[in-house]
């Protein structure tokens, strides 16, 4: 589906979210959903077309989210050119993860606060900048400089594309749209490792850097020419407080996450309970500090968006869906190259038909969405999820090439069918005034859980591994028995989640305007 295409034929002037950018006094935010069809006031002068605008941030944002990944299939061969151990080498990703979980909570504040265009250029700027230190960088320090830098400008592409879409794009259309940005959401992340599997069969791993700073450059040039300001702003008090806790609750919680993989390999800097404890401790107090700020309108992340039942049960089950995706998306090329020997051009395209199919499926399930509504569609998604997670726990010493391309394009399948209408009903079940905050969170909440299922599912082989070690078995035994022990939790946790999926519904509002689109 061609996204400028389908907002060329839309007129902006139909939709309240359309008004000229403007900075105004809001009174307080209720919890009460504001229709879509409410009429707008009339606008001065004629807002220029989203339809390229939102064409080059779903672009855009693809490239930099396809960083997240890039470095799965990239690991054994940085392990070994650099002399790190597996657990020191995830921060390369883990590392780029918990960067974003930290920066994304104040996009809330920015995306209230400042226009469109300049918060695009702040981005995109960031990252070409983090793109090439990590281009140009000896060694493993400077690397994740690099990494760190690229993260804080991709932390602001999602949430900055979902509330654009929030407000340009009709209530009847947001599923076939959010289709499109599920692509960028699972899809690229998902292509990381063949992308990179391409590029080591043939060049130096700086390549992979080398290779995507031209695409920063252009989009950012193409940016000078399409990005116009199509979103409101209005004054946002900045709490530096907020700041604080966020940051440190955050990170210290994936910090902690991640040590225990460390500590397995007998090389964690600190006691993990440390930062377990610090990270839950400073979570708590900026959950409290929200509370009190949202009051006057004030929050850094305003936490009434749980309020909306559909929100907060979509939260829990994109936790489930971000750890499976990313666990499984940094733990397979470990195990293609370490268990069976496979080289990373092998390892990246055995990784690529999962990617492809669920690019595919998006804008289907996109407009199976607007005609039907979630539960259909997640439900399924989650069974079939659960169920790849459980053909991944038969992986061993001898399996397969095509069983294990058959049960990832599975998994990916599933997940595929559980992206798109938990994000669009979660975010459809907000006001208008709260959409910033909900995709600051949402985006949030993916990032958190996609490192903590790095984390987790890389501390789980270790753990895994180390016991078989010690009973005796090789080092190729071990590592299968590691791999097995990350997806046999995995594989529980999904399954679990699957009774969550039942309970999924679409708004009362979306409902409407589905039944409205129909009827026309």
């Not at 804008?363 to 459980?390: C, E, N």
């Amino acid at each position: 589906m061609s996204t400028g295409s389908f907002c060329h034929n839309w007129n902006p002037q139909s939709d309240p979210a359309s008004t000229p950018s403007r900075a105004r006094r809001k009174p307080p935010v209720t919890l009460e959903h504001t229709p879509d069809t409410a009429a707008p006031p009339a606008p001065t002068t004629t807002p220029p077309r989203p339809g390229p605008v939102i064409a080059l941030l779903v672009a855009s944002a693809f490239v930099v989210v396809l960083n997240e990944t890039i470095m799965g299939v990239a690991l054994p061969r940085l392990m070994e050119d650099l002399d790190i151990t597996a657990a020191t080498a995830q921060w390369l990703t883990t590392g780029f993860l918990l960067t974003m979980a930290i920066v994304i909570p104040l996009t809330g504040f920015l995306l209230a606060r400042y226009p469109l265009r300049g918060l695009f250029f702040s981005a995109m700027s960031l990252f070409a900048a983090g793109t090439l230190i990590a281009a140009v960088s000896p060694g493993f320090e400077l690397l994740l400089v690099g990494r760190i830098v690229q993260a804080s400008g991709t932390a602001v592409m999602l949430p900055l594309l979902f509330t654009t879409v929030l407000n340009v794009v009709p209530a009847s259309h947001r599923g076939r749209m959010m289709g499109v940005i599920s692509i960028v959401i699972a899809v690229a992340p998902a292509i990381g490792p063949t992308v990179s599997g391409i590029i080591l069969s043939a060049l130096d791993w700086r390549w992979m850097f080398w290779l995507v700073l031209p695409i920063a450059l252009a989009a950012i040039a193409l940016g000078a020419v399409w990005v116009r300001n199509i979103t409101e702003t209005r004054h946002a008090r900045f709490d530096i407080l907020s700041v604080g806790l966020s940051a440190l609750g955050f990170g210290g919680l994936i910090f902690g996450l991640s040590s225990i993989g460390e500590s397995a390999s007998g090389h964690a800097p600190v006691p993990v309970w440390i930062p377990l404890v610090a990270g839950s401790l400073a979570l708590a107090l900026f959950v409290l500090r929200q509370l009190h700020l949202q009051r006057s309108d004030a929050a850094l992340l305003d936490l009434r968006t749980f309020a909306s039942r559909s929100f907060s049960l979509a939260v829990v089950l994109v936790v489930v869906v971000m750890s499976a995706l990313f666990g499984s998306l940094i733990l397979l090329p470990l195990y293609l190259q370490q268990v069976l020997s496979l080289d990373t051009l092998t390892v990246g395209l055995m990784l690529l038909p999962g990617g492809a199919l669920m690019g595919l499926i998006a804008p289907l399930v996109g407009a199976l969405f607007d005609r039907f509504g979630p539960t259909p569609l997640v439900i399924p998604g989650m069974i079939v999820a659960a169920g790849a997670l459980w053909g991944m726990t038969t992986f061993g010493v001898d399996t397969g090439v095509a069983w294990i391309i058959v049960v990832h394009m599975t998994l990916n399948l599933g997940l595929g069918f559980v992206f798109t209408p938990l994000l669009t009903s979660a975010l459809g079940s907000l006001p208008r005034a709260l959409y910033s905050h909900g995709s600051a969170t949402m985006s949030t909440i993916q990032q958190v859980a996609g490192a903590a299922g790095t984390a987790l599912f890389i501390t789980l082989m270790s753990l895994g591994t180390a016991s078989a070690s010690a009973a005796g078995a090789d080092p190729t035994v071990a590592t299968a028995a590691g791999v097995h022990t990350a997806f046999l939790v995995g594989a529980c946790i999904a399954s679990a989640a699957v009774v969550l999926a039942f309970f999924v519904r679409k708004p009362a509002s979306q409902e409407s305007a589905a039944e409205l689109a129909t009827e026309h």
